[in-house]
Nanobody, 113 residues
Framework: VHLVESGGGLVQAGGSLRLSCVAS????????MGWYRQAPGKQRELIAT???????TYPDSVKGRFTISKDNAKNTVYLQMNSLKPEDTAVYYC????????WGQGTQVTVSS
């Protein structure tokens, strides 16, 4: 499994970012894919999933602000993040759900107040 995340950066509160993740070694079209994040000093948490049918789930902390989507032809999963808050600052990762043991390098998202 090989996962490459991109699209992070520094943004002001209220701004938007779109993250991308190219996955290989995963049967992408039939797996549930997810986005996770890990803030400094905290455990990694699941923040979005999308299944083979396109159904999505989100925790309350990001619901209504974040949107996960995927392109099976490109083996790519996206995370559109709007109305960003300082508490969204973290390293963001994609993986299947449940996650594979192999993780990518992640992409840093920093939201300034």
């Amino acid at each position: 499994v090989h996962l490459v995340e991109s699209g992070g950066g520094l943004v002001q509160a209220g701004g938007s970012l779109r993250l991308s993740c190219v996955a290989s070694g995963i049967i992408f079209r039939i797996n549930i894919m997810g986005w996770y994040r890990q803030a400094p000093g905290k455990q990694r948490e699941l923040i979005a999933t999308v299944n083979s049918g396109g159904s999505t789930t989100y925790p309350d902390s990001v619901k209504g602000r974040f949107t996960i989507s995927k392109d099976n032809a490109k083996n790519t999963v996206y995370l559109q993040m709007n109305s960003l808050k300082p508490e969204d600052t973290a390293v963001y990762y994609c993986n299947s759900y449940p996650p594979d043991d192999a993780w990518g390098q992640g992409t840093q998202v920093t939201v300034s107040s």
